[in-house]
């Protein structure tokens, strides 16, 4: 029944790893995102795709690469660890024509610690 | 960068109304207003949104003034579980977060 979904909920790795979180909708949205909330609690949009396009991206570094494969699924590749991608990333999913009002839907979190 | 201003942290007394302000003088005239909470480290959680227009549903209301510069989310009877951080957020197509509202309801 979980409306968005998010897996890992916990990724603990080293500098310099490369490692992917995946995001699943069930809610038929066209509209997906990810969003970073560091040890500051500030919530920051990075992407946004719609119907597996890209949207939106935020000033991320290319070592950040997201993947649609179909309008369900976005999921987060990350390059090259770094001490400063630790935080929670959040998936989000909003039905939206991008042009209307609209209210995204959050999934759980998943904490990304990086030693 | 957050177009919106709210006070830092609030507490509320449980079963009491919750009034959360928000300042948004520089909304411009296609952006929403848009409330969502974040309890503890969860995911953040919709709440209400409203163009012009006084806006009610099963979890809150909110009031936009006249002007549109200003709104209040209105939880009416505050429960310990409603314990969070309340973001305001003015959008049109991106939502952009920030610092919110620690509310504090209080037994």
């Known amino acids: 029944d979980t409306a968005v979904s998010q897996t890992p909920k916990y990724l603990v790795t080293q500098m310099g790893n490369d490692k992917s979180i995946k995001c699943e909708q069930n809610l038929g949205h066209d509209t997906m995102y990810w969003y970073k909330q560091d040890s500051k609690k500030f919530l920051k949009i990075m992407f946004s795709y719609n119907n597996k396009e890209l949207i939106i991206n935020e000033t991320v570094p290319n070592r950040f690469s997201p993947k649609s494969p179909d309008k369900a699924h976005l999921n987060l590749h990350i390059n090259s660890l770094e001490l400063g991608d630790s935080a929670v990333y959040f998936c989000?999913?909003?039905?939206?024509?991008?042009?209307?009002?609209?209210?995204?839907?959050f999934g759980p979190g998943t904490r990304l610690t990086v030693t | 960068d957050a177009k919106t201003t709210q006070p830092p942290s609030m507490d509320c007394a449980e079963g009491r109304a919750a009034n959360l302000p928000c300042n948004h003088s520089t909304i411009s005239g296609n952006e929403y207003v848009y409330w969502y909470r974040q309890i503890h480290s969860q995911g953040p959680q919709y709440i209400i949104h409203?163009?012009?227009n006084n806006e009610t549903n099963e979890m809150a209301s909110l009031i936009i003034t006249e002007d549109r510069k200003s709104s209040t989310l209105i939880l009416p009877h505050a429960t310990l579980r409603d314990t969070a951080v309340y973001y305001c957020i003015v959008a049109y197509q991106k939502v952009t977060f920030g610092t919110g509202t620690k509310l504090q309801v209080i037994p």
């Open positions: 989000a999913s909003s039905q939206s024509d991008w042009d209307t009002e609209y209210e995204q839907y």
């Open positions: 409203g163009l012009k």
